[in-house]
């Protein structure tokens, strides 16, 4: 994959935006929130100077209301750790980095920081906000120059180089903290991805019903590959542990579950069609700009709505979840 392509998300904030449809990254956001608060706390401590700048690097960022939900939570917990005196509050600037492919629609996400300046007022921490187009899969800063990375549901995009470079060549501050949030597999097997692997079968399966209808060349299909892998968290802690760069803080894995808008604890899905329509708008989101670049935009509306029946359909037989993993992490002291 050349640099500057790759996974996308759809633009905008209409109806297919991946603004619009980004419910299960934002789950998982919440779900991690008590992690994040911790690692920044950790780090108010570590900022001994008088006047101080905490840099934050967001690794695939996208755009919409979780890129500021990610800046809000880092600006809150800051408060929260630095609340003896408004003196003290004030002398920790924060400096975010929003970082994504070139193909990101940072404008979406420039012209959303308004909200936060209005959310905010005089009382909010002193911040700035970059944005930093790039791939992460090379070095995007200064060595010893950011403080906190945060990433959620991007690392398991791959680019044309292995997440391994990324964990190699990244050069954190001293007391550097990491917290990665990303899709993995429960099963070591390495051929067994799960319910993740079987919801990408499924686009396969409704890709395949449009070459048996003459709308796509089976060449085509036969040559689409999906930049993605899945890491259980036994292989991602023998990475982590091989580098020897970071020590291991917290790992875990949870569950969610496929339809976005479905937050129950229950086996059951109550209703089929409604639940494959969620799971599309989700996914349509997240590929339509990669389908789009192989396949062509004509068949966008007829393959999700394709996918939509063959979701609903295998939902039937059971409810499926995703399995996320979330890591975090601190530069190890040599």
């Known amino acids: 994959m050349k640099e500057g392509s790759g996974v996308r998300m759809v633009t905008g904030n209409g109806e297919n935006s991946y603004a619009a449809n980004s419910r299960l990254q934002e789950r998982a956001i919440l779900e ?11 780090l108010c401590t570590s900022l001994s100077a008088r006047r101080s700048t905490m840099v934050v690097a967001d690794l695939g960022c996208s755009s919409g209301p979780n890129t500021l939900r990610v800046v809000c939570e880092v600006i809150g917990a800051v408060q929260f750790y630095t609340r003896k005196s408004e003196e003290e509050r004030r002398a920790v600037e924060v400096q975010f980095f929003l970082n994504d492919l070139p193909g990101n629609d940072f404008n979406l996400v420039f012209r959303s920081l308004e909200q936060l300046e209005d959310l905010g007022g ?10 930093l187009p790039g791939s ?13 990375f945060h990433s959620s549901y991007s690392l398991m995009w791959r680019s044309k180089c292995i997440v391994r470079c990324q964990y190699t060549r990244t050069k954190i ?25 079987t919801l990408f079968e ?27 892998y899945a890491p259980s968290v036994k292989e991602m802690k023998a990475l982590i542990n091989e580098t020897k760069l970071f020590d291991i803080e917290h790992v875990r894995l949870f569950e ?7 937050d129950s604890e229950s086996d059951v899905v109550l209703d089929f069609a409604s639940s494959g329509a969620n799971v599309a708008k989700c996914i349509r989101a997240v590929l339509e700009p990669l389908i789009a670049d192989h396949f062509g935009d004509d068949i966008i ?5 394709v996918y939509a029946s063959v979701v609903a359909k295998h939902l039937e037989k059971a409810k499926a979840k995703y399995p996320i993993i979330v890591a975090s992490l601190k530069k190890a002291i040599h």
């Open 32 to 42: 991690t929130r008590p992690v994040l608060h911790k690692a920044i706390e950790e």
């Open 122 to 131: 005089n009382e909010t921490q002193p911040y700035y906000v970059a944005g």
């Open 173 to 197: 501050s001293y007391a550097g903290r990491m917290l990665l949030t990303f899709l993995g597999r429960k099963s070591e097997e390495m051929m067994m991805h799960g319910d993740v692997s």
């Open 301 to 305: 509306e007829e393959l999700f709505v």
């Open 256 to 262: 969610s579950n496929w339809d976005p808008q479905d």
């Open 136 to 148: 992460y899969y090379r070095k995007l800063f200064p060595s010893r120059s950011v403080h906190f």
């Open 202 to 228: 499924l686009v396969a399966k409704s890709l395949q019903s449009l070459v048996l209808k003459g709308r796509v060349e089976k060449k085509k299909l036969d040559s689409f590959n999906l930049p993605y």
